[in-house]
Structures are given as structure tokens and as C-alpha cells.
């Protein structure tokens, strides 16, 4: 077979049952239909779970596939994602990272790699270029994330391979535990859980083989103007000097959408109100990064590098970041800014995700001071809203799964308050078992509406719509009114689907401000030679994006999924700029009957046939489509 | 430049007033965003008319342009495109007629053809390969169609040139006239009057090129399949029987949705009072075919004739077809298939759109019959409804604009409303200026909603979405309820990308129930190597629909022109299967309001910038297109 352009070429199939892998080249059918990364990695575990299956059953596979154009040098191009069933919601699960261990994959010969089976004892996963090895685990298990990495490098003698590792959290099965990229986390859905399952500790790259474009020449031209863009983009000084939190300030004080002390608040107003006259809220980046930050880190590639080096005496993290900063601060009402780079630092070592671990130990947080947990439920920890010490305490207890509250919380917000019961289920900030990310989506009614609908549960990535709806404009979007829940289904529809193209070619969602759709024609096609527009782009995007749908449906999911927590719906935020604002139960059942007509599915939110003849998917069709 | 696989390979551009002519090439990327037909015309009108413009202006262009598969030979692809600015609507304008004059001019070695520009005196054009030529026709001036194609004929001296003329209507600027192309019509919107302000009473195509596919051996492969898959449907012995009427007894007794007298009724009361046990309805085919019929008629290449020769004593025609059965019959209270018959060919002759000339009839009648016309404002006609002998003098008065009766109808229902006034506007049935089709759409809630928005006002085939409601299901399209005004938007907008398509390609809706969507791309990609999937060919459909959408706009069209006839919304059909259905203002504007969400436009029913740039028309978007 000839090689594709822009291509690795490669499927990497691996059975770490029978410890067996399998090669299969990639169609060229296959790569115009779904460009790769998440396209790749959505059809392909849509094929490969036909029925409902548990996510830790053996045939559930980990898909990780990095994006089209990762590993070719375009600036913030090096996304990789990681696929499977989502043991915390039990739909599809899309987790995508940064760092190096996409492109390693594509250097190694892969265009995406799926893993099924189970181990009996742990093992870690070799990739190197051609060769797949197995190897025994036993000694990292229970290691921390980043003593795994140090030792697979020195076990392999190569500081170069890239890593995917699980810590201590994964390795309990705990539902809201991450993989760790070299502190660049596949951090939502639990999909640490299903490497533990599997007992996979660990997988290590290392490729050394050349991608070559279609139209090198091409590429070459395009590239230093892609670096001018990035760099003299406004948002670049934001990313490069404050990181992804330069606008806290904004979202407390100017929008009032910052959820505080488990979404009772919609600004950090006890930390406001310590402030004397000119003093940075110590959340704020403008605060901290003069004082804590010691340099930037990015992901290959990149030339705007977002990661803030963290140092504190002995505590040296890539964080924390905006959504830490809420989870692990402004959602447990915590304003000491080390202790939330500590529980970030411990998140990332035990391999927990810290926007899911902050949420449930937020509500945990109001559950006690409601009364709803006592001391004894708490195995003896105050766990009071502000409380930085308690909130450290928890982490570690959900990571080994340790006395009572780490039993109540390992599994996430949904299941914790199905556990306690009580009424506390109303203020559980979940959707679909996915705890609610930075955003007060009370104050943010398209958002609201993107949460209630993604198809991993409540996610700020999915759409990545929050800029559009905060700012009131984005890319071709104007006038956006983000307190009304008017005329948002074709909005949030567009979102996803560019969303679902920049996840398919390994484009970092920071970039959306300098990409939007119109410019990535031209890099797909000097990549690959495909000769596509924007319009065939989006497609592929929708493409993707229906039958992340329809492999939800197959799961058992319907209308009735696409809801929002019982306080988004009926306590309005009580303060701040936001005042009065919540999404009615009314509000949400309009804007779902919007999302779907604008999307082409039934009433009932199934794609129609028709949806999906139109985007050259007859077989779902056939399973799943509705008839209009 | 290399020629293009399946193009003829260039644009004709033909200036009257200068009697001068151009060719351009047509550029591959040009050809694969548009396709041909309906997609060249669309884009060329939207750029040749940037402003508001009066439709008899010397700029506005009479554009002829074949579908992308006429000339090749595949079964029922043989359409071709008449567009321009319509004098009726003052919006988009586009008329597609079968016949032979589509395939002439792509072996001419055009695509399209592009006439702008006035004369004084009176021309016709012979287009004879690579010559073109302005002749007189002052002596054709004032001949009936069938006159003029006769006389062509002879002057040319050859009868096999392909000929599309106007008669004494279009010369009177009637804004109901046609263009007759040997007796198939460029029907509707008034494009007689186009030609007649131009003074063109004729074009005239000799062509003599062969047109190349990308693979012939897989065309040819791929005919005798399609030929079979024709004549083996169902709607093959419908269409060859007993030609477009085939369904009309159904439609007025399974359905009550055939109007009769000017919409007041839902069936055809009288006439089926009349019949004795056994009979069949005297406009029912089954009844006058056996009698009347003596040979089929069919498009080039077409393999399943549609068109009914009907010969009675001296009578000659082409017809009645369903929707003359309706106009020049039901909507008239008319039920003598003679006189229905003689009617339609005066029609033709004149040059006079059927549809629209019989529902102004019928109005006039109702006016008639209500006292607000009297016998003086008839010139003594006694215009009641089933007075055949009357409908035929109006007819003539309208052609030629006769006496008062036929300077008040001259110009369509709506201009004769708003000159007679009294209160009459409330039963003129037309939508943007564009009498209704056959289909008493109070009883078919997603047709009345496709006759709202569509383009060219009041149309049948823009959407072509009457089966599907009336049947409940086709393609993929299940379980609807025509009464119903819920989940309208989504399948109106789908039926009208796909007839776009349809256009484009130049296939006849009569074969929507063989190729649907998915079986476009093979003989497209054999056609052109474009190697395109139905998803592509959809986007292209909808990047049509919204470039007429956009036109509409820029001629000044709002939300409100996306209305219903006063009768449609106020008045419940009153007997029959339909009875006490029609559409409430509330229904409308809720579908709209879905239709625009389906769509992707403003609540104002503007193309959104994001919709237009995804769907590769920036320059549009910068335009007119909405911030949401």
C-alpha cells in the first residue's frame, strides 16, 4: 500500500490479554472520513462496542490517538486523545492531553493506538517504533505519577521516551482518576480507572521515524506565518505571562460566573472582602506568578507555552491552572494560593482530576457544614469550606480510597450523593456524572446548555463556548446575550462541531482565537494533499460528533440525560453581577428542543436517519436513527 | 487550461445591447463548490446583481444553465436551469424545464449561458457551437410558441436545433408568462416577461461537441443498472400509465388536500357529486387517458416518459399534467378534462405559466361570484367557477392583456388584490407574489411551511417535501404527521438542500424516490473524479440555498415575506379527510422559528457570518450575514 501523506499509516491494535499486537493500515477512505485523532478514535470505539458493555469490562478499549497534524511542527498542533467508555458516566469518553506523547506516537509509526484485554498483574507498555513490548509492573505499582515516569526512563535508559502513566488514584478504580502525560493530564471521565482495571501502569513511546507532508514546500512557507499569528496575537501575552487564569479577575468581579463553596457563590467573595486597597485576589494569577511562578512550560510545538512552573519551598508543580484554581480553590471556598498549588501538585501525583476531585470534595464541603456528614463520616477531618488543610486530607483519602470519606467520594460527586442520600443530590454538581467545570453556567445560559448536552457530561471543552458567551462575540458569533436562553442550539451545535475538528487534527482549543475554521484548510491540505474546505471540515467535525451521540444511545442514554445539576436549575446566584440568574427547568427544555432541530435529531435528541445518510454514516443510521 | 471532466468547459456570457459575446473558462474550484445547473446560476446571479435592482433593469440577467450530468445520457438527468431576478416576486428567481435545449447547449460547449442587456427591436439568439448570432425576429413577434419554434426551425433549417421561446405573454410582459422550450416550461415567476423586456423572442442551440466523463468505462458500467433500477420502481408504471396526475383521485379523496374553487374547498366536491357508481372523476387520468392519450413524451435520455400527448378533434397538447389539473381545473371549479385540456395548451401558447394563470382565474372568479367584479370588469365574461367557456377568454385576456379583465390579471394574483382591493387580498393565494401549487397546504403543515420560506414564493419543488408529508414517510424520513406543525424545520430545510442538489445536477424530481442522496456520488465522482461523498454533495445543496437566501435579502426580503395566504391561516378547509385543519399564525411562527434554528440563521431568518463562512462564502458573510 502506498503511504498516505500526512500519515503515520499505521493502526496499532494491542491485546494485552493475549499480549499480542496487530498492524492495520490506515484507508485512505478512512482518512478523509475522519481525519484522525478523535475522529479516528470515535469510530473506532463506536465499531468496536457494538452492545452495552462495562467500561471496565475487557473489550473496553483505551484508544489514544494523536490529532492529524501533531508531530508536523505546527505551532500548538500536538494534541493526543484518549477514547473509551467512560466508567464515570458510562458514555463515551474523549480525554485529550498536551505534551509529547502524541507526536512520539505518530514518530514511532501510529496514527492512533487501541488497547483491549486485562492483565492479572501489572504491566506497562512498551512502544518502540516497530517493536511492542509488555512489561512487568509490579515494582511501579503504587507509585506516584511522576516517580512512575522517572523510573520507566531509567528502567528504559532513555530520558527521551514519552509517557502515559496512572497513579495510586487509578490504580483504585477510582472513577475520577486521570492519566498523566508528564504533568499534562488526560484528565477527565475517569480514564486512569480503566488503565487500573486493565492493570496497565504505564505507556512508554519512543519513535524515531520521519512524517512526511504532501506538500512540504508548502508547509515550510506556511509555518513562520502560522509562529507570527501566535505571537502577536493579543491572547499570547496572556497565555505566556499569566497562563490560562489571566482572567479570574474578570470572571469573579465583571461577570460573576466563578462558582464559589460548590456553586453557592458566583464570585470569591470572602477572599475579595480580606483584600485591602490595590491587592490582587491571591487566586489571580496577577498575583502569584510574580511571587510563585518560575518558568513557562509547553507542549512540542507550541510557541505560546500556558504552563506556569509552580515553587514553593519544596513543592515544584506544572500549575495550578484556572480550573484548579476553582476546584481546588474557589469551589472549596480555599483563597491560600500554596495550598492550591499543593492539592493541585497532589492531584497530579496521584492521578486524580482535579476539576472532579475539588467539585465532589466541594459538596462534601456543604455537606458537613449542612450537617449531612459529621466528624465520624469524615474520619475525624473538619472538612469545612476554606479549610486548605482538610481539603488535602481528602485528596489523599479519595486517591487510596482511605476511611469512610475516601470510600463516599473516590467515585465522584453523582455516586457520593447517591451513597449519603439526604437531599444532598440536589446540590451534587454534576451531568452526567462528569462534575461541572469554572463556570457558572447560571450566569452563562449557552454554556448551560453545552454542559447539559456534551456527550462526556458537564464539560467546558466539548463546545469550548464560554469565551463566546462571556464576551458576547467570537470568530463570526455577535451580539451573544448570555444571560438569555434565546437562539443557542445552532450556536452550541457550531462549537461542538469545530471543537470535534480541532480534537480530530491535535489543535490546542487556546488557539481558537487565531485559527477558527477558515484557516485550517490550507494546513490539511499541505499536510495531507486532500484538497478540502472549510465546509468539508465542519462536516467531519459534525461527522464525529453524531456518533459520539449514537454510541451514547447504544449505551442506554436519552433525553433525559441532557439535564442540568438541581441547582443550576433552581437557585439563582445570589450576588454579584450575576444576580438573580438560573437556568429554568422551561429555559432547558427550550434550548435542547433548539440544539436538536439545529442539530437534526429527533425530539427525543436521537439523530435522524436522515442526519446520518448526510454525513455518510448509513450503518448508524440503520442502528440507531431515528426517523425524524 | 486542461478541460474539466465533466464540463462542456466554459460560461457563455452574451451581451444584447452590445450584440457581443464572451466566453470564460470554468475553474475546477468554481465547479466543485457549485457543481453546475442551479449551483452556476445561483452564485452568478447572487455576483452579477449586488444591489437592488428592478427585474426588467437591463442588468438582470437571464441565466441558463444545464445540470452538471445533462448531456451525458444518464436516465433522467436532462434539466436545465433558467434564473434570474423574477419580475412576479422581486426576489430569486429559478424555473427548471426538461426538453432538450439543457443538453444542446452543453454540446454547444457551454455550461451556462449569460444573458444581460435590452434590445429595442426584436432578436433571437442562435447559438451554433462556437458562433453566436443576434438575428431579427420582428416577424416572430406576436407568434404563439409553437408558431415560433416551427418558424426557427425552418429559418435555421434544421430541426433538430433546440429552441426555448415566449409567446404573446412574455411579449406583454406579463408577469405570469414563461419560457416554452418545445412544449416543456421554464414555468414559473414570470421569466417570459424577462425575455420579453429584453426583446429576446427566442434562443436558438445547435450543439455538436462530445462532453467527456472522468470514467467512461465506469459510466458506462454504471447505466445499464440505473436504467433498471428506473424501470423497475414502482413510480415507472405511475409516471408512464398515467403521467404527474397518477395520484390526483387520492389526493382528493384519501387526503382532501386538492384545492377546488380558489382554496375554498379541500376536494372535488362537485365533480365527484356528479359520477355514477363506478365512474372515475373526469380529471382523473384513469379516466382520460384511455380516452384521450395517444403517446407518451419524454426528456432527453429519460426512461420513463412522463408527458401525455392528449388529442381531442383539432386538439393537440402536451398535458394536462397534475398541477393544470388543478389550476386550469379544480382551482377554477372546472371539471371538463376537454376544456381543462384546451386551457392548458393556450397556456402554452401564450407563453403563460399554468399554475399561476389559473389561480388568479379562480380568484377572479370567487371575486366574481362575491360581487366585488361585475360583468363590466369582466368585459362581459360571466366568470363563475366551472365555467370552462370563461376561463379560457381570461386566459386570452391575460396573454395579451385584454380589455379590463386582463389588464387587472395580467400581473399574477396579488398584483390584481392590490389594485381591486374590497378585502380581496384575503383569498389570493400566493406566497412572495407566486400563486400556490397543487397542494392545499392547510392540510399539510410541513408543505405549508416549505411554500413560506421557499425561495421563489409559493412552489411545489424547491423542497419537493409534498410526498414525504402526504405519505408520511420517504428516504429516511418516518412517522410524519402532516397535521402536525411540530419538527417541520429540520425536514424542510434537509428536502430543500437535497432539491438544490437536484438542480445543480440537473435530475428530475420525479426520480427522488430512486436516487435520493447516496446513490449520487458514484455517478458524480464517474462523471467528474471529484471523489466526493454524500455529505459533500449535501453541503453543496445547502451553499446553494443559502446564496438565493442571501439574494432575497439584498433585494430587501425580511422574516415577514416568509408567510402564508391569509385563507391558509384563517380558514379551516371545511369538508372532506383535511376538514378543520389549517394553519394558525402561532403554528407559522414556530416553525419558522425552527426552520431558522435547522438552518443556522438569525431569529430574523438571516444566514448567520458562522453559516455562511462554514460553508466557504466569506465574502457573503461579510455581507449580509447576522452575528447570530
Chains 1, 2 share one sequence.
Not at 124 to 131: G, L, M, Q
Not at 422 to 443: N, Q, T
Not at 612 to 627: K, S
Request: with cysteine.
Amino acid at each position: 500500500m502506498v503511504k498516505l501523506p500526512g500519515y503515520a499509516g499505521k493502526i496499532l491494535y494491542i491485546d494485552i490479554s493475549k499480549k499480542k499486537h496487530k498492524v492495520v493500515d490506515v484507508k485512505e477512505s478512512f482518512a478523509r472520513k475522519y481525519l484522525g485523532g478523535i475522529g479516528f478514535a470515535t469510530r473506532i470505539l463506536y465499531d468496536l462496542l457494538k452492545e452495552k458493555v462495562d467500561a471496565f469490562d475487557a473489550r473496553n478499549p483505551i484508544i489514544i490517538s494523536p490529532g492529524l497534524l501533531t508531530g508536523f511542527g505546527v505551532p500548538t498542533f500536538s494534541k493526543v486523545v484518549f477514547a473509551s467508555k467512560s466508567p464515570l458516566t458510562g458514555g463515551f469518553s474523549r480525554s485529550v492531553a498536551g505534551g509529547r506523547i502524541g507526536p512520539a506516537l505518530k514518530y514511532a509509526g501510529y496514527d492512533t493506538v487501541v488497547i483491549q484485554g486485562r492483565c492479572r498483574k501489572p504491566i506497562y507498555i512498551f512502544i518502540d517504533d516497530d517493536r511492542v513490548e509488555f512489561r512487568k509492573a509490579e515494582d511501579l505499582w503504587g507509585l506516584s505519577t511522576r516517580e512512575t515516569e522517572e523510573r520507566l526512563k531509567e528502567e528504559i535508559g532513555d530520558k527521551t521516551v514519552a509517557t502515559a502513566v496512572i497513579g495510586p488514584a487509578g490504580e483504585n478504580l477510582s472513577l475520577i482518576s486521570c492519566i498523566d502525560c508528564e504533568e499534562r493530564q488526560a484528565g477527565r471521565t475517569g480514564l486512569g480507572a480503566i488503565m487500573g482495571a486493565k492493570k496497565i501502569k504505564a505507556i512508554a513511546v519512543r519513535g524515531s521515524k520521519d512524517l512526511i507532508p504532501y506538500d512540504p514546500d508548502k508547509l515550510l512557507e506556511m509555518l513562520p506565518k502560522i509562529y507570527k499569528e501566535c505571537v502577536t496575537h493579543p491572547a499570547y501575552e496572556w497565555d505566556v505571562n499569566w497562563g490560562t487564569a489571566e482572567f479570574i479577575d474578570w470572571m469573579n468581579r465583571e461577570r460573576g460566573t466563578f462558582p464559589v463553596k460548590n456553586f453557592q457563590e458566583g464570585f470569591f467573595k470572602d477572599a475579595y472582602a480580606k483584600l485591602k486597597e490595590g491587592e490582587k485576589m491571591p487566586l489571580d494569577p496577577y498575583y502569584w506568578v510574580p511571587k510563585y511562578s518560575v518558568r513557562n512550560r509547553a507542549c512540542p510545538s507550541c510557541v505560546k507555552p500556558c504552563g506556569k512552573v509552580f515553587k514553593s519551598r519544596d513543592l515544584i508543580v506544572e500549575g495550578p491552572e484556572y480550573e484548579t484554581l476553582y476546584s481546588l480553590g474557589g469551589a472549596c471556598g480555599v483563597d491560600d494560593i500554596e495550598t492550591v498549588a499543593k492539592a493541585h501538585l497532589l492531584c497530579d501525583l496521584y492521578g486524580l482530576d482535579g476539576i472532579s476531585a475539588g467539585v465532589t470534595i466541594g459538596w462534601a464541603m456543604e455537606c458537613y457544614e449542612k450537617g449531612l456528614l459529621t466528624k465520624e463520616d469524615t474520619d475525624g477531618i473538619e472538612l469545612k469550606f476554606g479549610n486548605g488543610e482538610a481539603m488535602l486530607k481528602a485528596i489523599e483519602a479519595i486517591a487510596y480510597r482511605k476511611g469512610k470519606l475516601g470510600k463516599l467520594l473516590a467515585d465522584g460527586v453523582r455516586k457520593a450523593a447517591r451513597k449519603l442520600g439526604k437531599g444532598s443530590s440536589r446540590f451534587a454538581i454534576h451531568v452526567k456524572g462528569l462534575e461541572l467545570p469554572a463556570y457558572d453556567v447560571r450566569g452563562i445560559k449557552g454554556m448551560a446548555l453545552a454542559v447539559a448536552v456534551s456527550t462526556r457530561g458537564a464539560c467546558h471543552l466539548t463546545a469550548c463556548i464560554y469565551g463566546t458567551e462571556l464576551v458576547g462575540k467570537w470568530w463570526k458569533f455577535e451580539n451573544i446575550d448570555r444571560l438569555s436562553a434565546e437562539n443557542k442550539g445552532y450556536e452550541v451545535k457550531v462549537h461542538e462541531d469545530l471543537m470535534a475538528l480541532y480534537d480530530a487534527l491535535g489543535l490546542c482549543k487556546f488557539s481558537r482565537h487565531i485559527f477558527f475554521a477558515e484557516k485550517l484548510p490550507e494546513i490539511v491540505n499541505a499536510i495531507t494533499g486532500f484538497n478540502v474546505d472549510t465546509a468539508y471540515l465542519m462536516t467531519v467535525g459534525e461527522r464525529i460528533y453524531n456518533i459520539q451521540r449514537a454510541f451514547n444511545i447504544k449505551q442506554g442514554f436519552t433525553r433525559k440525560d441532557d439535564t442540568l445539576p438541581y441547582r443550576i436549575m433552581h437557585d439563582p446566584i445570589p450576588e454579584g453581577p450575576s444576580k438573580g440568574s438560573y437556568v429554568k427547568p422551561s429555559e432547558l427544555r427550550k434550548m435542547l428542543d433548539e440544539y436538536y432541530m439545529a442539530r437534526g435529531w429527533s425530539k427525543e435528541g436521537v439523530p435522524t436517519k436522515v442526519k446520518l445518510v448526510t454525513l455518510d454514516l448509513e450503518d448508524i443510521a440503520e442502528e440507531i436513527g431515528a426517523g425524524i
